[in-house]
């Protein structure tokens, strides 16, 4: 079965830690994207990457960090330095043809 | 910037009922989707469109270029289509920009 996974699916991290987020592909896409979900808003870009070794910053990028060191794998780090990291994250990643695939997501509390 | 405005933002139908979502956005694009979220948080894609009108099922988008506007319909509506619709639009090497969601509940 072809797709993306996340995990963990429910994280919990104590204040002032850093924390990483898994997001792995199996669908042999170039681009990948990080996305967050705040209740009531829409979900809003932190990073992208259209190919391995390369990422752009999105409209939220302060107090995350990414790195694609594989074309499957696209791990975001939430650092101390983001203010209010309770979310929900989704990670997807997209065809040449533009078709979106997402991943189920992980629930971040940051307590 | 584009700017993706659904309405309505809330909804509550009978089963049955036919159900319209609609879709603004506020400079040209390549490609709009609909995509829909259920309470677990997973989205699936539901459309990609460009022009004119596609149909899955009982679900039916449309789009319309010149006046920036999409239309997501649901026909004979069904307590499972319960979810969080969302519009986004862009494409290629332009990441999406995407709507707030309209939130349907259909009750038996």
């Known amino acids: 079965d072809g797709g993306i996974t996340q995990s963990p699916k429910y994280l919990f991290r104590k204040e002032g830690q850093n924390v990483t987020l898994s997001c792995e592909q199996n669908l042999n896409h170039d681009a990948m994207y990080w996305y967050r979900q705040d209740p009531g808003q829409g979900l809003r870009l932190i990073y992208y990457?259209?190919?391995?070794?390369?990422?752009q910053k999105g409209d939220i990028a302060e107090g995350y960090s990414v790195s694609r060191e594989k074309k499957e794998s696209f791990p975001l780090t939430v650092t101390s330095a983001q203010k209010n990291p309770t979310a929900f994250y989704l990670c997807?990643?997209?065809?040449?043809?533009?078709?979106?695939?997402f991943g189920p997501g992980t629930r971040l509390t940051v307590l | 910037k584009n700017e993706v405005e659904q309405s309505p933002q809330n909804l509550t139908a009978q089963e049955g009922e036919f159900i319209t979502i609609n879709c603004s956005y506020s400079?040209?694009?390549?490609?709009l989707h609909w995509l829909q979220q259920h309470p677990g948080g997973g989205i699936v894609s539901l459309f990609m469109?460009?022009?004119g009108k596609k149909k899955h099922g009982r679900l039916i988008a449309t789009i319309n270029i010149q006046e920036k506007h999409s239309s997501l319909h649901i026909t004979a509506s069904h307590p499972r289509d319960s979810a969080v619709y969302i519009c986004?639009?862009?494409?290629?090497?332009?990441?999406?920009?995407f709507g707030k969601g309209t939130r349907l509940s259909v009750i038996a």
């Open positions: 400079v040209g694009i390549s490609a």
């Open positions: 469109l460009s022009s």
């Open positions: 990457s259209q190919i391995v070794n390369d990422f």
């Open positions: 997807a990643s997209r065809t040449p043809y533009n078709e979106q695939f």
């Open positions: 986004a639009v862009g494409g290629g090497n332009t990441p999406l920009v």
